[in-house]
């Protein structure tokens, strides 16, 4: 059996089921099947882009964000899904405030539907700092489909650990 790293909440039902998926090599073929290519928004400039375009689209009145980046040093196994940050500096006598927003470099070569549900998870804080049933609830309203690809996200994970790249 295989150390699940990224499904260690699920049930062991599900823990079951994916480990007989690893056995049979078939979980590569099931991610295939559901998410058949990986996005195109490979450099910082089109990343910025595309989750600002889903900023505008959802979360217009929210603060700014100073900067969108993939990000090489994001642990993956500790932010998963990416890292956004709030830094507050002081300059003269005004408190200058910061957003930013980093996607570990691990998410260039996933599908694009990983991509959004990461974005939309970090734009979710912005109005949301804790996982709560109201930070869940903002990720729904901007990814109807937010928690499957969460789950489908770990899978992918778990298939990147256990046999490398997939696309």
């Keep these: 059996m295989s150390k699940l790293t990224y499904l260690s909440g699920y049930s062991p039902t599900v823990t079951d089921q ?5 056995s049979n090599d078939t979980l590569g073929e099931l991610l ?4 058949p290519a990986s996005h195109n ?3 910082n400039k089109a990343l910025y882009s595309y989750v600002m375009d889903l900023k505008n689209q959802f979360l217009r009145q929210s603060n ?6 993939y ?3 994001i642990d993956v196994i500790h ?3 990416g890292l956004h940050s709030f830094v507050s500096r002081v300059q003269g ?4 405030a910061k957003n930013e927003i980093r996607i570990g470099t ?3 070569n996933a599908p694009i539907e990983f991509l959004t549900m990461i974005a939309v998870h970090e734009l979710a804080h912005i109005r949301e700092k804790e996982h709560n049933k109201a930070f869940y609830k903002l990720c729904l309203y901007m990814e109807p489909d937010y928690h499957q690809l969460e789950f489908d996200m770990r899978l992918y994970l778990t298939y990147l650990e256990v046999f490398g790249q997939l696309y």
């Design 64 to 69: 700014p964000l100073s900067k969108i980046i």
């Design 79 to 81: 932010h998963a899904l």
């Design 106 to 108: 691990v998410f260039k």
């Design 32 to 35: 295939l099947k559901k998410y």
């Design 18 to 22: 994916v480990n007989r998926h690893i």
């Design 93 to 96: 006598g005004n408190l200058k």
């Design 41 to 43: 928004v490979k450099s």
């Design 71 to 73: 990000d090489d040093k």
